[in-house]
């Protein structure tokens, strides 16, 4: 067995939602816009998670000639808590790192080891690289934090940056998606889309999804709406939340009042993000800290590079 490490920069690629296929969508309450309304007390929680590529490398199996391509890379989640009026604070972070194979090569309990010794754990995936690494960040070490910080801090309601996964079940949680890829309207609603105020969001869309990601089919029932972030021409400025229809529309609409009305004020300008105003400033501000959170690349690449070496002496 022999390692090749290589700078492939598999993550310079648009990194995707894991986004599940929709089967059916209709609304849960009268088809007209709302205005959000101010919480009188809130606690909220913004969980995101970032991933950098350490190396690329290549798995040579010198008996038989295979090769296997693979990737290492850090991955942080964390969480900031937030009040209304009272600045957000860093909590619950964790990193972890990754060696991700694709196939199972023969030599699996050797690279297992060699990866240990250098901080990583070793994951076989039959999927694209890129894909298993997003899906590590989000539905493991994203979905730990979430599970953390509502436990541990009481919050009232936690807002995950992405598509809500199915293991935060009964949790308060909302998904927050920047980019609208999908629309969970019907046609003749686009209008309304477009003429949506500041502050006000869509009527409840009961989404039935089946996640294409799962070996079963299990499938999974959310409800969907849109916000207005800032007063922007046609779809513009206008983003996507959704939560597990397990909590029950009322709870779901007291919920899509809330971000409705408090978003807004949150949005990121141009002058700050090139994803503004979508890229929220508490998740802005939780990206930026989470990629120093990560560690110094040079230092853990030093240390990949002496394990390596010193397997070969």
Not at 143 to 171: A, N
């Amino acid at each position: 067995m022999r390692v090749v490490l290589s700078r492939r920069d598999f993550l310079t690629q648009h990194i995707m939602e894991l986004e599940e296929s929709v089967q059916l969508s209709e609304f849960a309450e009268e088809g007209r816009l709302y205005e959000g309304k101010s919480p009188q007390q809130l606690k909220l929680a913004f969980v995101d998670g970032v991933l950098r590529e350490e190396y690329g490398f290549a798995l040579l199996e010198e008996e038989t000639g295979e090769v296997y391509e693979g990737v290492l890379v850090s991955v942080a989640a964390g969480a900031v808590l937030f009040r209304k009026g009272s600045p957000g604070s860093f909590c619950h972070g964790t990193v972890k790192r990754y060696a991700i194979v694709k196939g199972i090569p023969p030599s699996a309990e050797k690279l297992r080891r060699l990866m240990e010794r250098a901080g990583f754990e070793l994951v076989t995936t039959s999927e694209d690289l890129l894909q298993q690494a997003i899906r590590l960040m989000k539905e493991d070490l994203e979905t730990q934090v979430v599970r953390e910080v509502y436990q541990k801090e009481k919050v009232d309601l936690v807002v995950c940056d992405g598509t809500i996964s199915r293991k935060v079940r009964g949790i308060p949680c909302v998904g927050y998606i920047k980019a609208l890829k999908k629309l969970f309207l019907p046609k003749d609603s686009l209008e309304m889309l477009r003429q949506m105020p500041v502050g006000y969001r869509t009527p409840l869309v009961k989404v039935h999804y089946q996640e294409r990601m799962e070996e079963k089919a299990d499938k999974v029932e959310k409800y969907a709406w849109y916000v207005k972030l800032a007063q922007m021409s046609g779809l513009a400025g206008i983003a996507r939340l959704e939560a597990l229809a397990e909590h029950g529309v009322e709870r779901v609409r007291e919920w899509a009042d809330w971000m409705a009305y408090l978003l807004p004020s949150l949005r990121s300008e141009s002058f700050q993000d090139s994803r503004a105003p979508q890229n929220l400033q508490p998740i802005r501000g939780l990206e930026q800290f989470l990629h120093r959170y990560l560690g110094n690349p040079a230092l853990i690449r030093r240390r990949l590079e002496e394990v390596l070496a010193k397997s070969y002496a």
